[in-house]
């Protein structure tokens, strides 16, 4: 089985903004799997099936800087280890649109991570970064991740949010290395077109 986690902050006021494409691309991939989420304790989660592989996919609803004792509750319950771990988050340091798979690594100051890493006192756990560009000079990071995209930038994200899944897919059928092979080259751009 593979736990594939959405990272966002929980409610409508949230759902759509940039910190929240995480779960915007774990949803899109339960619609397309035919997985319905469903709240549970701590989270919202679904269990079926991709290519054979069993996954549960799971939104936490903590804030984004408290989810990492609801993944390693989850790895606990289900009986799985960091390898069977996917986490999709946002990435400021990406452009908007650009998709990156990695297998471990830093934070890279994003809070939900760094939540992730400290309950389970490892980096090794593979994700896929989305990214959400970097806020124009004088704007606020707390404020930028917090608001919606710019109308520009939604049909980008639109393709975005298909490639993400279409990375998952991959991940799933024939392991992080391909799905990194490609989809981490992928032009933003292309997702436009």
Same mark, same amino acid.
């Given at each position: 089985?593979? =736990?594939? @986690? #959405?990272?966002?902050?929980?409610? +409508? ?5 940039? !910190? /929240? ?72 340091? =990406?452009? @908007? #649109?650009?998709?990156?798979?990695? +297998? ?5 100051? !994003? /809070? ?82």
């Amino acid at each position: 089985m593979r =736990l594939i @986690v #959405g990272l966002g902050n929980p409610g +409508r006021a949230y759902a759509a903004t940039r !910190h /929240n494409v995480g779960v915007m691309a774990l949803e899109q991939a339960a619609t397309r799997w035919n997985i319905v989420l469903r709240e549970r304790g701590p989270a919202r989660r679904g269990q079926g099936k991709f290519d054979r592989v069993d996954v549960m996919l799971v939104q936490p609803l903590t804030w984004m800087n408290q989810n990492g004792p609801v993944v390693y509750d989850l790895l606990t319950e289900l009986g799985l280890t960091f390898d069977d771990l996917i986490v999709i988050h946002d990435d400021l340091d =990406l452009p @908007v #649109g650009r998709l990156r798979l990695k +297998r471990s690594g830093g934070s890279g100051g !994003h /809070n939900g991570i760094r939540s992730i890493q400290a309950a389970l006192a490892s980096q090794t756990f593979s994700r896929l970064k989305i990214g959400i560009g970097r806020p124009v000079p004088g704007e606020e990071t707390a404020d930028y991740v917090l608001s919606p995209f710019y109308p520009e930038e939604r049909p980008i994200i639109a393709h975005t949010l298909t490639h993400a899944v279409m990375a998952l897919e991959l991940y799933l059928s024939e392991g992080l290395d391909q799905a990194m092979n490609r989809f981490n080259n992928l032009d933003e751009q292309e997702g436009a077109n």
